[in-house]
């Protein structure tokens, strides 16, 4: 049987009952040197450092993981705090704070660990697109939902509209040691009138959350080789929320088919380069929501794209 294992930090919630922890499987990794609790600024306990070594080979990584200020109590917000009406709502500035205060604390503790490669999880309460993530981007962490999934990626849905407030972001040097990430469904589509406060409990892992758990694989202390990953794990095209262009990568000889939400095949050609380009004016699409079909190595990755 999996032993799971836990780190008693000693730490309080904040507020009422949040906090952030870690929860490990005590026969496949054990955790290096002593946990970092980093507080500045609030909400306090809920930005965290520690290191895993991995039992198998004795590789480690630091695993930072956080809860961001929400996006909620905007009537005492104020300053730079106040919504700034630019659609990334209240506390951004704090949200900004925290993420270079994330980035520093670990390149503080970068030596205390004695390693550089980084992994950022939690819920950051912002969109990738908004300050905060872009903070940890323009600092050289890769965006690992917009790695393996582009613009198709969520994790959370509010009022009909999907995206993604929980994150995972990898330093570069450990971004190269990830196999794959994927949002796990089990919240963000389930109505809330199954959540714990609209209904009976239930002995099932649906709607335990407003958000969904995001799951990364790690293949500490190897390079991983996108070759030979399935051809519908590799292949990737960006960006899929489209403008004038997007790129197909890992998918050089195959075939590409574009396909009308009703079936309709609208456009097809052999892929000759890695990436490769495709201007939509050229291809004829109009704005619109499409099915993007890459046909290779025996197997076909399905991908959706959306013209603007």
């Known amino acids: 049987s999996y032993r799971y294992a836990f780190i008693n930090d000693g730490g309080t919630p904040s507020s009422s009952y949040t906090k952030v ?14 946990l970092k609790n980093n507080n500045s600024p609030s909400p306090v306990n809920r930005k965290k450092l520690q290191a895993f070594t991995l039992k198998e080979n004795g590789e480690k990584f630091l695993f930072s993981i956080n809860h961001f200020k929400a996006k909620s109590g905007c009537a005492t917000a104020n ?11 209240c506390y951004n ?9 994330t980035i520093n604390f670990i390149n503080s503790n970068k030596a205390y ?14 969109y990738a697109k908004e300050d ?20 198709s990626a969520y994790s959370y849905v509010y009022s009909g509209e999907t995206g993604y407030l929980d994150h995972a972001l990898a330093t570069e040097s450990l971004a190269k040691q990830i196999t794959g990430v994927t949002a796990f ?17 239930q002995p ?33 095209i960006y960006p899929t929320v489209i403008d004038t262009y997007f790129n197909v990568e890992n998918a050089e000889n195959a075939y590409i088919q574009i396909f009308s939400l009703n079936g309709i095949l609208i456009f097809e050609d052999q892929i000759t380069s890695s990436p490769h380009e495709y201007n939509i004016s050229k291809i004829g699409l109009a704005q619109g929501a499409y099915v993007v079909r890459v046909l290779g ?12």
């Open 21 to 34: 922890g870690y929860l490990y499987r005590s026969d496949r990794v054990t955790p290096y040197l002593s």
């Open 79 to 89: 300053g730079t705090d106040a919504d700034q009406g630019d659609g990334q709502s």
């Open 93 to 101: 500035a704090t949200r900004v704070e925290e993420a270079n205060s």
């Open 113 to 126: 660990y004695g390693d550089e490669d980084a992994l950022i999880m939690g819920d950051l309460n912002a």
């Open 132 to 151: 905060p993530i872009q903070t940890f981007v323009n600092a050289g962490y890769k965006d690992l939902h917009q790695v393996f999934h582009a613009d």
């Open 185 to 201: 469904h089990i919240n963000a589509d389930e109505p809330a009138m199954f959540e714990y406060s609209g209904s009976a409990y």
């Open 204 to 236: 099932n892992m649906y709607r335990c959350s407003d958000h969904d758990p995001v799951i990364v694989g790690l293949s500490l202390g190897n390079s991983v080789n996108v070759d030979l990953l399935p051809f519908d794990q590799k292949v990737k």
């Open 297 to 308: 190595e025996s197997s076909i990755a399905r991908r959706i794209i959306i013209v603007k």
